[in-house]
């Protein structure tokens, strides 16, 4: 079975830092593009960032590049979302999907097939 575990979610102040972690198991992460979508409250789900399967390629959302970096370790099966110079606008459930798709482009929402559950991310003074 396809299956994405997140973890690492939390409460940090403004400026601070998180590590995110989605561990995949039922299929080889690298044979997917992986992505983190996140969604605030009251708003609708917004692509942070993915990594594509075919090359490696990164993409990021405007609203977080320069803090926020996307990267994979094959060994372990598992995705991570380093999260920088974290703002209160970035509290939101981050959740990790994975396409079975080969392309090397950033991601939109509607294009993950699998989802996880989320974990909550909170920045606040």
């Known amino acids: 079975q396809l299956q994405l575990v997140e973890s690492g979610g939390g409460l940090v102040q403004p400026g601070g830092s998180l590590r995110l972690s989605c561990v995949a198991s039922g299929f080889y992460l690298d044979t997917y593009v992986i992505g983190w979508i996140r969604q605030a409250p009251g708003k609708e789900r917004e692509g942070v960032s993915c990594i594509s399967s075919s090359d490696g390629s990164t993409y990021y959302a405007d609203s977080v590049k320069g803090r926020f970096t996307i990267s994979r370790d094959n060994a372990q099966n598992t995705v991570y979302l380093q999260m920088n110079s974290l703002k209160p606008d970035d509290t939101a459930v981050y959740y990790c999907?994975?396409?079975?798709?080969?392309?090397?482009?950033?991601?939109?929402?509607?294009?993950?097939?699998?989802w996880g559950q989320g974990t909550q991310v909170t920045v606040s003074s």
């Open positions: 999907a994975a396409a079975y798709y080969s392309g090397s482009y950033f991601y939109s929402v509607a294009e993950y097939d699998y």
